[in-house]
Every structure is written in structure tokens, then in C-alpha cells.
């Protein structure tokens, strides 16, 4: 098993910048967080979870949402087993409960259910 857990959210005003971390421990299939696709995930409210970001094993590609590209960066510490959402210029709909989650496979562009999930952390962004 894959546990994940996020920190580094919280409240901040429109324009202002946020670091999500996620820490993974745990293994499955045999593999360890560096064979895995790690993505971030945000819902919204009476909204479903959409896809954020996400970053493949070695952080050599990344994939974004529209609505986050030139603003959010993921990357990764494979020797501390962590994933980073760094978020700038954020905006009033960025507000959301985020979510990390682990990917047992190479495709970064996979944007449904992922394998692991995190509890999440909120982000709350105010005008």
C-alpha cells in the first residue's frame, strides 16, 4: 500500500503564492515512489475533482490543466519520496480541497482515477 499525505495549504489572497508538498511512504506492485506517476487533483465545492498537474517518474515531463498552465509548477525529490505543487498567482477559483494521488504507470497524460490518493489539503483563495 501508498500513503500519501499533503500539507502546505491554507489562506491566501488573489495573487499571492502557495506550496503544496505531498509525502508518500509505502509500496505496492514492488514499486517504490520513484516508479510512479504522481499527479494533483482539486475539487471545488458542489464540483468534481479535476485533474491539476501531473509529472512523471524522473520529473523529465509534466503535464497541466488550461486553467493552471504558466502558473502552477509540479516537481519532484525522489530521494525524500516528495511531490510539490507550487502555485502562483493564484485566483479566486483556484479555491479547492487538493489532492495528491500515485500512478502505477509511465503515462503522464492519464487523467482519471489514479491508484493512491491522498486525504487532501484546502487552498482557499479570497478576492
Known amino acids: 500500500q501508498v500513503q500519501l499525505v499533503e500539507s502546505g495549504g491554507g489562506l491566501v489572497q488573489a495573487g499571492g503564492s502557495l506550496r503544496l508538498s505531498c509525502a508518500a511512504s509505502g509500496r505496492a506492485s514492488g514499486r517504490t515512489f520513484s516508479n510512479y506517476v504522481m499527479g494533483w487533483f482539486r475539487q471545488a465545492p458542489g464540483k468534481e475533482r479535476d485533474f491539476v498537474a501531473s509529472?512523471?517518474?524522473?520529473?523529465?515531463?509534466?503535464y497541466y490543466a488550461d486553467s493552471v498552465k504558466g502558473r502552477f509548477t509540479v516537481s519532484r525529490d525522489n530521494a525524500k519520496n516528495t511531490v510539490y505543487l507550487q502555485m502562483n498567482s493564484l485566483k479566486p477559483e483556484d479555491t479547492a480541497v487538493y489532492y495528491c494521488?500515485?500512478?502505477?504507470?509511465?503515462?503522464?497524460?492519464?487523467?482519471?482515477?489514479?491508484?493512491?490518493w491522498g486525504q487532501g489539503t484546502q487552498v482557499t483563495v479570497s478576492s
Open positions: 494521488a500515485a500512478l502505477i504507470s509511465s503515462n503522464i497524460y492519464y487523467i482519471g482515477e489514479y491508484d493512491y
Open positions: 509529472i512523471s517518474w524522473n520529473g523529465g515531463h509534466s
